[in-house]
């Protein structure tokens, strides 16, 4: 089955007839078909646009995310990108930090190799701004996983989350607050990515997959791609392929293919589910464009819907 297009722009029955002195021009006898051809290839470029900032809605839905400091060893509500009270805050230690991240952007992998090494030192003395936001945001975006794991563990310390067990205990209480559930599942996340109890994090967020409001799930199944870990990488299959909401369908392919911490390895992985479900009929039209989108992302292959050709693909990268 091939991508889906828009459908075909009908002639227009009232044009003018051509000049009777002058032979009609090859523009007019095929105008129609330009119009149509034209109008095709706008429209598959703005659906491969909106696919494409699709694979970054992970990403970019830490701006929007109300974050909190848990760092005194309680959660509260900030109320926004500040942060924690100014008070507490090291202008020289921000100041760096956000220097740090800005090479990190710019593809410097020294940059981020440091930020790894360093960020730690940033908990308690940091916090987060919209220019803390914009560079995290800019490195998720990207495609070095080196990188990606410096602006997590970035995102921990300017938050004033400690890469602690305490920290997962906290989290664990404050995700049960419907306030802090978005921010909390996230971090949950980014803490098990750095190596505290991946295992005891996940499930925790994998609770929330079967939570009534589609939001929550969305944010969990952001929040599992972040662990990165095997093991969840089943449950974002699951997840893309059964549940009912289009939003959590779209995260999961989006999360599998391109966004979230998981390695290429990992990403083959996921592939070899769907490369099975390609002729299976009980996938929706749309389930399978994102099926295909994925897989074009994962394996930079352009196939259709040749699934047979997906096979042979998958044959050779595993």
Known sequence: MSDPLPPAVPANANSPSPVATAPPSWLYGNGPVVVY??????????????????????????SKINFTDISGGRGRDTGGVTGRANSTIDPAAQDEAEKLLAQVATGDAAAAAQALAESDGWTGKTHRTPRTD???T????????????????????LDGVPRTESSVAMLEGAVGDPGQRAWALWMLG?????GVDAVHTAKIIESYLDDPNVQVRATSIDALSLVGTDETVPMLLDRFRNDPSPIVQERAAC???????YTQAQRITAAASLVGWLDDSLLSAQQRAWTLQALRDISGKHFGSDSAAWKGWLDTAR
């Open 134 to 136: 914009q560079l995290v």
């Open 37 to 62: 051809v034209l109008l095709v290839v706008a429209a598959i470029g703005a659906v491969s646009f909106l696919l494409a900032r699709g694979f970054q809605h992970a990403a970019k839905e830490i």
């Open 190 to 194: 980014a803490l098990g990515n750095r």
């Open 138 to 157: 800019a490195i998720l975006n990207g495609t070095s996983h080196p990188a990606r794991e410096a602006a997590v563990q970035a995102q921990l310390a």
């Open 255 to 261: 999360d599998l293919a391109q966004s979230g911490m």
